[in-house]
């Protein structure tokens, strides 16, 4: 079959195919279509394609493409210029976008996104999200040590000693995981929370403090392994718990997500500002609503601090994992190929809809928008 994959619109800098992915479905008998540059900003140059197999192309003639893997979510115009059964592949935030929806069913393309992807261990070496939310995790640590005007780890030497820096880390999930493990290794102190009662666990084992709010299990459990969105009351609970651990952090790092819903706000303006000068917010859910009141997509915030002369900075970041666009997109094409294994069957094209994970992935097949077991979606 033909896969191809496009060069991403700026700024996102990762790509949907690496070389090594590449040599591996020419291997396989496929035929790759890659658009000159696309592996440019992530340290992939065009003679690397061609040198695994691929046909590196001015622009990719969407009409004699089967599956086209993408990272950045399609514009309605591609979808109009695949051929009809195409099947594209990549994230595709939000998924209600009705116009997008009608172009693609209008075509009879699938368009399979990964936001999708069941949480079951069969799909793990295909779940996007988990890899770059590893990627951002790691990534959003290395933000917040750069900008603290400290060192991360205990210093004894003949000068004096220098405390290690205490970081707060919400939301423990595979970002706020990785993000823990990051600020470990460089040395700080750690404390973290999540609502999800196996979180606890889950951040002992990798060095951190819990931080214990008091929260029933009940009221931060939803389905599919994932957490539920807070009553109010809950919330305040939450809120009022953490805010001396976050008057006391010089690092705070947030990555709190509820997945449909916008990001829970967990910190407001005045608990950034109870926090010392110099101290530093990483928003990792700044682009999906905030975790924090003062964060920006993309932009650095300051606050200026209640306990003395000097500012808090609250760094909200937009794409974490396409500022390690080497690393990301190897895990993505990985991630990718696997989902690939799944469309081709006697080296045909297949979508299997009663896979549970080509159901979950499916948001449109044969004309009609699907539900996660494929079934059809009333307009
Ligand atoms: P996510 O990105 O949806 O959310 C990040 C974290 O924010 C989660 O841990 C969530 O509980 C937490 N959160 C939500 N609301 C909060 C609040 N008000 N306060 C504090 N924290 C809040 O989650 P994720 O990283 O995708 O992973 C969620 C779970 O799914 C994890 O247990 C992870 O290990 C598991 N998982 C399973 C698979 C699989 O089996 N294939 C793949 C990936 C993740």
């Given at each position: 079959i033909t896969i191809a994959a496009p060069r991403e619109p700026s700024p996102e800098t990762r790509v949907a195919l690496v070389p090594d992915i590449v040599s591996a479905l020419v291997r396989a008998g496929h035929r790759v279509l890659v658009e000159s540059g696309a592996g440019a900003a992530s340290t992939h140059p065009d003679e690397a394609y061609t040198a695994a197999g691929a046909e590196v192309v001015p622009a990719i003639d969407l009409a004699a493409v089967d599956v086209l893997a993408h990272v950045t979510p399609l514009p309605a115009t591609a979808f109009g210029r695949l051929r009809p059964g195409a099947v594209t592949l990549g994230l595709e935030s939000p998924l209600d976008d009705d116009e997008r929806l009608a172009a693609a069913n209008a075509n009879r393309l699938t368009v399979l996104a990964f936001e999708r992807l069941p949480r079951t261990s069969r799909a793990q070496s295909m779940d996007v999200l988990s890899s770059q939310a590893l990627a951002a995790g790691y990534r959003c640590v290395l933000e917040a040590a750069i900008r603290l005007?400290?060192?991360?780890?205990?210093?004894?030497?003949?000068?004096?000693?220098?405390?290690?820096?205490?970081?707060?880390?919400?939301?423990?999930?595979?970002?706020?995981?990785?993000?823990?493990?990051?600020?470990?290794?460089?040395?700080?102190?750690?404390?973290?929370?999540?609502?999800?009662?196996?979180?606890?666990?889950?951040?002992?084992?990798?060095?951190?403090?819990?931080?214990?709010?008091?929260?029933?299990?009940a009221e931060g459990t939803g389905t599919g392994g994932y957490a539920r969105a807070l009553g109010s009351s809950a919330a305040e609970r939450q809120q009022a718990a953490l805010a001396p651990h976050i008057a006391d952090a010089d690092v705070l790092i947030t990555t709190a997500a509820v997945p449909g819903h916008r990001a829970p706000l967990l910190v407001t303006a005045a608990m950034v500002a109870a926090m010392r000068p110099g101290s530093v917010v990483v928003d990792l859910a700044a682009s999906t609503g905030g975790n924090v009141e003062a964060s920006r997509p993309g932009e650095d915030v300051r606050v200026p601090s209640s306990r003395g002369a000097g500012e808090v900075t609250v760094v909200g970041l937009a794409s974490a994992p396409s500022d390690l666009p080497a690393d990301a997109s190897r895990l993505y094409a990985k991630n990718v190929a696997n989902v690939l294994a799944l469309l081709v069957a006697d080296g045909e094209l297949v979508v299997p809809l009663d896979d549970d994970i080509v159901a979950g992935l499916a948001l449109t097949h044969e004309g009609v928008t699907r539900d996660r077991d494929g079934a059809p979606v009333a307009p």
């Open positions: 005007p400290r060192f991360f780890p205990l210093a004894m030497t003949a000068a004096g000693t220098v405390p290690p820096a205490k970081v707060v880390v919400l939301g423990i999930g595979v970002a706020g995981l990785q993000a823990i493990a990051t600020a470990k290794r460089l040395g700080a102190k750690v404390a973290a929370n999540d609502i999800r009662p196996d979180s606890a666990e889950e951040a002992r084992s990798v060095g951190a403090t819990f931080i214990d709010v008091g929260l029933d299990a």
